[in-house]
């Protein structure tokens, strides 16, 4: 079982910066896959971005890509995801989420809400 809590989430103007930070419990957290993943009010939950066990590979989504960096720390059984150049449709709640298998995402987090101001 792992247990995921996410912190960082505020309000924010636009074009500012948050880093969120995901926190998980569990002595497995190093082989584990992380993710970030965002749900803006009457929208479906959508991809932000992935990182792989090692940190080595990165993945984001297109509306991200180059504003956002996902990152880790394996020691401190944490993931990060830095948020800048945030703009108004980066208002949702945001959570993480661990791939065991690498593949499909089993647990989650309760969710930070991040909120972009105009």
């Known amino acids: 079982q792992v247990q995921l809590v996410e912190s960082g989430g505020g309000l924010v103007q636009a074009g500012g910066s948050l880093r969120l930070s995901c926190a998980a419990s569990?002595?497995?957290?190093?082989?584990?896959?992380m993710g970030w993943f965002r749900q803006a009010p009457g929208k479906e939950r959508e991809f932000v971005a992935a990182?792989?066990?090692?940190?080595?590979?990165?993945y984001y989504a297109d509306s991200v890509k180059g504003r956002f960096t996902i990152s880790r720390d394996n020691a401190k059984n944490t993931v990060y995801l830095q948020m800048n150049s945030l703009k108004p449709e980066d208002t949702a709640v945001y959570y993480c989420?661990?791939?065991?298998?690498?593949?499909?995402?089993?647990?989650w987090g309760q969710g930070t809400q991040v909120t972009v101001s105009s």
């Open positions: 989420a661990a791939a065991p298998s690498g593949h499909e995402y089993d647990y």
């Open positions: 569990g002595r497995t957290f190093s082989s584990y896959a």
């Open positions: 990182i792989s066990w090692s940190g080595g590979s990165t």
